[in-house]
Structure formats: C-alpha cells, structure tokens
C-alpha cells in the first residue's frame, strides 16, 4: 500500500512500487519496479533483502533540481558536440564555469571575515561604550564579551574550513595492502622510471587490494600545510590475470592522469576536484541544515550549479580518459592496452559471478586462502564459451554519460584491435587474448607474491567478509529451502521456479539440466523451465538454448531483459552484431515499457485521467464503513487511474478530506494508519492502491473526483 504523504515528501530512498513480475535471472521471482526522485530501477527482493538490477537513468548522487531548458543528458550530448567541433570554446565554457564555482566560496568566506571584522568591532565599541557608563559592570566583563566573541570564532572557523576544502581538502589514504620497495624492487623501479620518461608527479606508495582494480589515489598527510601525495592501487587478481607487457599499459594509463604537462589532465582534474568539493560541501550542509544560517545558501547555490556544471566536467573527465588511452598506446603497444582492456572486464564478472560465489558458497575461506589459487582457478575457467559471450555483452555496451570511460567497443576501435569483418558471409568473430607465459605478479612481486598475498588475505577477512555476512545467512538458507522444496512431492509452479533457481546455483551443471528437462516433460509450457534449460545450454548447445530462450519471451514476456541478454552476449561474442543488436533493441523496448509503468504508477497529480473504479458493491460498502469511523475523515472517494502500459494491472486511487484543512503530523499518522488496515479483495490489493489527502496541490480533485461515476464512497 503506498501512501501519498503530503506533508513530508517522498523520501530519496528508492521506494518498492505495487507491480509483481517474473525476473528472469531470478526464475519466477518477484520483481519490483522502483522510483527514486532522479532514476527508475529494477530490483528483486528475496530473502528480505533487496537488490538492484539495473537502471533506467542515472543522475547526480545527490539532489539535484530538474533544468528547464535541457534534460541532463542532453546538456551532456551537446557539450560533448561542442567540445568535439569547437575545443577552444569548450574549454572556455569550463574554465567559466570553474571560476564561478570557484569563487563562490571564495566569496562566500570573504563575506564571513567581513561580517566577523564588523561583529568584532561592534562588540568591542558595545563593550567600551557600557564599561565607561557602567563602571560597576567591568567585573562581569567576561560574561558580557564570551558569545559575540564565541560567535565571532566560529565565523572565522567556518571561513577556514572552506577555503582548506577548496585549496587543501582532506583526503585520506586509500585502504589495502601498503606495498614498500623492499617488497617490489622492480616495480617501483619500473614506476619510477615511467613517472621520468612521461613527467607524471611519483608515485610515494603502492596499494594492493583484493579487487579487479587499477587506479592513483590521491591523499594528503595530516599536517598544517597538506602536501598532495599519490598512490597507486592495484588489484592482486588482476597482477594474476595480465602478462608484464599488459600490467605496464595499465600503469602507464593511470600515470597519465597525473602528467604535468598535459593541459587536458590539469582542466579535467580541476572540474573533477571543483565537482567533489561541491559534493563535500552539500553534505555538510545537509548535516547543519537545521539551524545553520550557511546551510540554505549553500544548498540555494547548488540546486543552480551543479545540474549545469556536472555534465559540462563529464565531458571534460572523458577526453582525459580517451587522451590517457592514447597515452598508454604509445608507452607501450596499442595491442596489449586493447587486450588488457577486454580482461578487465571480463575479469571482473568472472570474480563476482563465479569465483567469489564459490569461495561464499562452499565456505572455502575458512580451509584455504583464495587469493593463493586465484590463478590456478582462472585458468581452469579461461578460455571458454562463456568468456566468448561474455566479451560479445562488452562490446554491445553503449556509451553511457554517467560514466566518465568510453564504451569498450569505441575504446578498441580507437585503438584498431576490432577484427574488420573481410566476407559479407562470414562473420568476423572477436577473439579473446590468450593466457600469458608469465603474469604480471611473477614479474613484478616475484618471491613477494606469497607474504603479499597472506597480508592480503588477513585484510579481506577483517574489511571485506564482515559485510558478507548477510549474503551468507541467505545463502545457508536458501540451502534449507532447497533441501525443504527437493523433498517435496507435489510442488506449485513457484515452488518448481524457485527449485529450478536454487538447483542451479547450488547444485551442478548436470543435476540441474535434469532437472530442468524433467520439468518440460511435465509442464512444457513452464516459461522458467525454458528459460533455466536455455540458460545451462547457451554456450555448449547454443542450437538447442536459442529456441527455448525464444519459447521462453513468448510465454512470459517478463523474461525479455535477462533472455536478450544471452542471446545477444552469444551473437555478439559469434561476430553476427546485426542478430546481437535485434536482441539489445528487443529488451530496450521492453525496459522502455517498462519505464513508462513505472512513472505511470509512481508519480500522481491533479491532472492524471481518471474513472470509476471497477469494483462491486459489497467492496464499496465494506470500504465505507471501514473509512466511516474516523471521524476526522469529512469525505472519502475512490477512482482508478488511465494508464497507458499494463492496463491489465490497475491503479486505484483512494482521497480523503478531513474535516481540518492543514495537514499536519496527525494526518499524516492516520493516513498511515488507514492504509496498512484497509480491507482490500480483488482487484483491489495492498499494492495497486494509492492512498492521498486532498489538500494542497491535490485539493483541486474534488470537484473532478465528485463528478466521476460511483467514485464518491461518502461525504458528511
């Protein structure tokens, strides 16, 4: 049941919304289309625990006005047009842009030492003025001065904060495995000598961490005057994974975010550091909003700000990472920088989708320690079909304005590694980059590698496995289930989803597949069953899983996304773009429609379509009489909103109108209170129902909803 609470807005936190649908990764379980204030979402709830899938949009991470003129993303398009046709006039729309945000602050603190010279001067003329007439009042001299001056500090305090956050902001050192020159004499070397050979700022410390990751990591040391200092993080899987030659096309990447003499590094580094400390100052802010004369013009100057300056730095932050790529080519070869790139991700969804999963689990970190047969287990899996499908879902990926990297199919065709297709009748098939002889850790870690990684592995059971805990209470009992549903005889078409679910993750590929088929012996129009028996054949049979996955979007059309996704990841990694890109269009129609019932269901406002509800009377009186005994309630009205998509699941909206005209705290609770007891049968529901108080914006809907057929439940 959703209640419309008019006194205290919708909070930002995504909100689960009244739709049931079947997921299809999930196999038949209930997923939620979510809405929160600057993104649509899709998530699945199980375990009471729910988890993102993905998202239809993505904005600032934090509140941020809607613009009149342009959406977000076409404030980015254009810039991005701009800066490719006239750089000269990008960079000068930037640089404005930074000085406004810049001196801003420097404005704002100026104004802070005005207001603290002339408070101190007044307080001391005040103070002189009552001390010469009132002598005998010189003994509480210290009562009289401590507030104005108390106050007086803590304006000059406040303009010291800004101008350090703006000048010498606080950056803590990341978190991981500090790495000396002890440890790696050769990769400090190796660093060393690149930092000279392409005049970047050195590197004073290297971090290793147990991510897929490669990234400079400023910080500063906490002294009087803070000396900016860089790391370098590493990831261990990663130095596994990359031969020497690819390990120094990642480092010479990061590296060129740091060259001093690269005139984009210094403008993109600029708007990035301007947009962060924007991000730090609204928290503040936020923090002391109640109370806090600063807070309201800080906050009235982002809310105009930064929705203009974001996307205008994001272009900026891109042309670095493209300007690094090209950077990091010519250090080392443009082959081993495309190659590292594709293992990047492909890396990366391998740890989290299998080894990861394996060592939760089976719960092998209690017996061993992963990071030692991290390289053992990724060659046991690398290469494969499923890398292959893989590799085909990167380079479908689309560039996408919220993140600052390019998409990896324009990053490779920069760079000239995307096989050029020579016969229109033959596809031409990306191939995957072969293991190395000899990895990255070998080279550069050396006898280190096996202290590094017992240190490594210390860190991830103290940092990284407390927050693991609840996925390993789920996992123990989504184990029991498994055991409850196998011994089961007569099972409903849920029971037999979710067992087709949990037989495929903790159960082997075999039994699984057995399953699965036995299934469709029984029920063969079970769209879980198709969809669970296509996704085991996918890479092995790709002949038998393709038409089951299409059997599966015929029968359950909320399959769409995650069997597109196969289907279009297998094509994709076969080189028949043209059938992968059918597929990706298929599921973003979909998602569109989707989308579309989201904003339908979530947003409501005086001008929505309205007509009579499509219930009996017994469920009208059963409402009325229920609503009846509040009395503070003066009417009651009941309609069901037009919408577009899905209309085979309704909207209802329920209006009340106390007797009060203000809505305070009080209305608020009862409106609460009404909506978690209102007795519901089909079609109404706790989900499909949308309870509102007429006042307001919404007290224009009176009249409309008294004009609409057997809408009004009572009015006294």
């Known amino acids: 049941m959703k209640v419309l609470n008019t006194l205290n807005p919708p909070p930002r936190t995504v909100r689960l919304l009244m739709l049931n649908y079947t997921l299809a990764s999930t196999l038949c379980q209930p997923i939620y289309l979510c809405y929160d204030n600057s993104s649509f979402v899709l998530c699945v709830k199980q375990a009471g625990k729910v988890t993102c899938l993905a998202k239809v949009a993505t904005k600032l991470p934090v509140r941020r006005k809607a613009m009149s003129r342009y959406s977000w993303k076409e404030q980015y398009l254009y810039w991005e047009q701009l800066a490719a ?12 842009w930074m000085a406004l945000g810049t001196f801003f602050p420097l404005l704002f603190a100026i104004a802070l030492v005005v207001l603290a010279v002339l408070l101190s001067v007044g307080i001391s003329y005040i103070a002189w003025r009552i001390f010469v007439t009132y002598p005998l009042l010189m003994r509480f001299a210290e009562y009289i001065v401590v507030v104005p001056v108390s106050i007086v500090m803590a304006l000059l305090y406040g303009t010291k904060q800004i101008v350090q956050s703006l000048f010498a902001p606080q950056l803590p050192p990341p978190n991981g495995v500090l790495l000396t020159r002890a440890d790696a004499p050769r990769l400090f070397r190796i660093l060393d ?29 906490q002294t009087t005057f803070r000396r900016v200092r860089y790391s370098l993080i590493l990831g261990l899987p990663l130095l596994d994974i990359l031969s020497p030659d690819q390990m120094r096309a990642v480092i010479a990447h990061e590296l060129a975010h740091l060259m001093r003499s690269s005139d984009e590094r210094g403008l993109s580094a600029k708007a990035r550091r301007l947009y962060h400390f924007w991000v730090r100052m609204i928290e503040i802010a936020e923090e002391q909003e109640e109370g806090a004369f600063v807070a309201p013009v800080i906050l ?71 990071f030692d047969n991290l390289r053992q287990s990724w060659e046991q899996h690398y290469p494969s079909a499923r890398f292959q499908r893989w590799l085909g879902l990167q380079l479908l990926e689309t560039e996408d304005p919220d993140d600052v990297h390019p998409s990896l199919r324009s990053r490779l065709r920069a760079l000239g590694y995307l096989p050029v297709q020579t016969d229109p009748l033959t596809p031409a098939k990306p191939e995957l980059p072969p293991r190395p002889s000899e990895t990255a850790a070998e080279f550069l870690l050396g006898d280190s590698r096996a202290s590094i990684s017992q240190a490594l592995f210390a860190f ?53 597949i057995a399953y699965a088929q036995s299934v469709l012996q029984s029920y063969p129009q079970h769209a879980a069953a198709h969809y669970a028996l296509g ?9 038998q899983a393709i038409p089951l996955l299409e059997r599966t979007m015929q029968l359950d059309e909320s399959y769409t996304l995650l069997a597109c996704e196969l289907l279009a990841g297998y094509w994709a990694g076969q080189g028949e773009m043209d059938r992968a890109e059918r597929y990706r269009r298929q599921a973003q129609q979909y998602y569109q429609k989707v989308s579309e019932a989201i904003y339908e269901r979530t947003e409501i406002s005086p001008d929505d379509p309205l007509e009579p509800a499509d219930i009996t009377p017994a469920q009208a009186v059963a409402l009325r009489r229920y609503l009846w005994q509040y009395a503070q309630i003066r009417a009651a009205y009941l309609a069901r909103k037009v919408v ?61 909803l008294q004009s609409i057929s057997r809408a009004t439940l009572f009015e006294r």
Not at 85 to 96: D, E, K, N, S
Not at 460 to 480: C, D, F, M, T, Y
Not at 535 to 543: S, V, Y
């Open 193 to 221: 000598q690149m930092c000279q050979r392409m005049d970047a700022y050195p590197i004073e410390e290297v971090v290793i961490v147990p991510d897929i990751d490669a990234a400079v990591a400023p910080w500063t040391a």
């Open 644 to 704: 577009k998509q899905y209309t085979d699941k309704p909207l209802y909206v329920l209006a009340l109108r106390f007797r009060r005209n203000a809505f305070t705290q009080q209305e608020a609770n009862l409106l609460e209170q009404i909506a978690q007891n209102l007795p519901v049968s089909p079609p109404l529901s706790k989900d499909n129902v949308v309870v509102l108080a007429l006042v307001h914006r919404f007290a224009s809907l009176t009249k409309r």
């Open 460 to 512: 991830w059971r103290e940092n990284v496995l407390p927050r693991w805990h609840e996925s390993l209470q789920q996992i123990k009992e989504a184990r029991g289930r498994l055991v409850v549903l196998e011994g089961k005889t007569h099972l409903t078409d849920e029971e037999i989803a979710e067992r087709l679910m949990l037989t495929t993750i903790y159960r082997s590929r075999e039994q699984a």
């Open 535 to 543: 996704g085991l054949l996918i890479d092995d049979q790709p002949e």
């Open 300 to 370: 009235r100057f982002y809310n105009w700000f930064l929705p203009h300056f974001h996307p205008l730095a994001q272009v900026a932050e891109r042309q670095h990472e493209q300007h690094a790529d090209r950077i990091a080519a010519a250090v080392g070869t443009p082959k081993a920088l495309a190659e590292t790139l594709i293992l990047l991700g492909l890396a990366g969804r391998w740890l989290d989708q299998v080894f990861w999963n394996r060592i939760l689990e089976e719960e092998l970190y209690r017996v061993i320690n992963p």
């Open 85 to 96: 046709r006239r750089p000269a006039t990008y960079r000068l729309h930037l640089r404005m």
